[in-house]
T-cell receptor, first 117, second 113 residues
Framework: AQKITQTQPGMFVQEKEAVTLDCTYD???????LFWYKQPSSGEMIFLIY??????QNATEGRYSLNFQKARKSANLVISASQLGDSAMYFC??????????????FGAGTILRVKS | NAGVTQTPKFQVLKTGQSMTLQCAQD?????MSWYRQDPGMGLRLIHY???????DQGEVPNGYNVSRSTTEDFPLRLLSAAPSQTSVYFC????????????FGSGTRLTVV
């Protein structure tokens, strides 16, 4: 079963506007972590933001914020004031809640974001 | 620079050849893992290690071996390359605690012909 679902294969946004990238997850555990990574065309994986399942506040990191809705099992990434350099592939990931096996990450299929000038 | 170093960056293999993808980190991370990235499928876990001497299989382990003799190094071996192993491979490391982001290597683009 798909544990991380990113329903938007591709998105366009106008420069300086905000954009939301969707992510839903599936887990029966109470303790888990959610991550967003950015992959520019150069190929590296860049960690953006983290949300723990027990965190009461939505995570924020500069222009990135995570809209965490636990009951709906969604963890959408919001990028404010988009810049041309935000054009990239974005991955949502969930840490498998198994301390026995360490921090396994399960990834979604990704969303390609294109920022238009 | 501190981080995860992967070599080589690019590799072309013939079907049936073997090779080792190298991964080294200098952050004293306990946890290391290998992922492969294929179009439309995100990243899938191949093998992982929670410490020196301890390895386990991930989601897609067939055709790959790993070992972890030191904290720093986690090589991935392709035993007999197949075209289905054409992919981009990422090594990643982290501390074993919760809420910690992973550090990824720059990736290895492997083509099997």
């Amino acid at each position: 079963a798909q544990k991380i679902t990113q329903t938007q294969p591709g998105m366009f946004v106008q420069e300086k506007e905000a954009v939301t990238l969707d992510c839903t997850y599936d887990t029966s555990d109470q303790s888990y972590g959610l991550f967003w990574y950015k992959q520019p065309s150069s190929g590296e994986m860049i960690f953006l933001i983290y949300q723990g399942s027990y965190d009461e506040q939505n995570a924020t990191e500069g222009r990135y914020s995570l809209n965490f809705q636990k009951a709906r099992k969604s963890a959408n990434l919001v990028i404010s004031a988009s810049q041309l350099g935000d054009s990239a592939m974005y991955f949502c990931a969930m840490r498998e809640p198994s301390m026995e096996y360490g921090n396994k990450l399960v990834f979604g299929a990704g969303t390609i974001l294109r920022v238009k000038s | 620079n501190a981080g995860v170093t992967q070599t080589p960056k690019f590799q072309v293999l013939k079907t049936g050849q073997s090779m080792t993808l190298q991964c080294a980190q200098d952050m004293n991370h306990e946890y290391m893992s290998w992922y492969r990235q294929d179009p439309g499928m995100g990243l899938r876990l191949i093998h992982y290690s929670v410490g020196a001497g301890i390895t386990d299989q991930g989601e897609v382990p067939n055709g790959y071996n790993v070992s972890r003799s030191t904290t720093e190094d986690f090589p991935l071996r392709l035993l007999s390359a197949a075209p289905s192993q054409t992919s981009v491979y990422f090594c990643a490391s982290s501390y074993s605690g919760t809420g910690v982001g992973y550090t990824f290597g720059s990736g290895t683009r492997l083509t099997v012909v």
